[in-house]
């Protein structure tokens, strides 16, 4: 069961990025005119703790070393989540054709927050059991 467990949140944190970064481009996809290229350069970075965890869960013992990686790319993946919001907020309440489509991104980052959370605490303490 000690082994087992951290697999499991390996796979769900697999599922978890893969879905956040299906959601964000479909949801982004029309904000193109509002959004600079800048603001879409995060998604790369989006991808890559999916791509740490698939591999994370085919060796852990010689890829732990990708767990500070992951905590360090959600530590900046909720601070961009948090300007996301404020940058946003003040758009929320203006008229607009895509206003759907931009308040489901709004959510989902307000979803994805407490998640980027988990990871980031899970990531730090099982990189530390595992260092022992």
């Not at 990708?66 to 940058?87: N, R």
């Amino acid at each position: 069961m000690r082994r087992f467990l951290p697999f499991i949140l390996y796979a769900a944190g697999l599922v978890c990025e893969t879905a956040r970064a299906v959601l964000s481009a479909y949801s982004q996809k029309s904000f193109s005119p509002v959004f600079s290229l800048f603001d879409f350069t995060g998604l790369a970075l989006i991808c890559l703790p999916a791509v740490f965890f698939f591999m994370l869960l085919s060796n852990e013992k010689e890829f732990h070393s990708l767990l500070k990686i992951i905590a360090l790319i959600k530590f900046f993946c909720i601070i961009a989540a948090y300007l996301f919001l404020i940058k946003t907020s003040a758009m929320i309440g203006s008229d607009s054709v895509k206003m759907g489509t931009f308040r489901f991104q709004f959510i989902l980052t307000w979803i994805f927050l407490p998640i980027d959370t988990f990871i980031l605490v899970f990531s730090l303490l099982r990189e530390r059991s595992l260092c022992k």
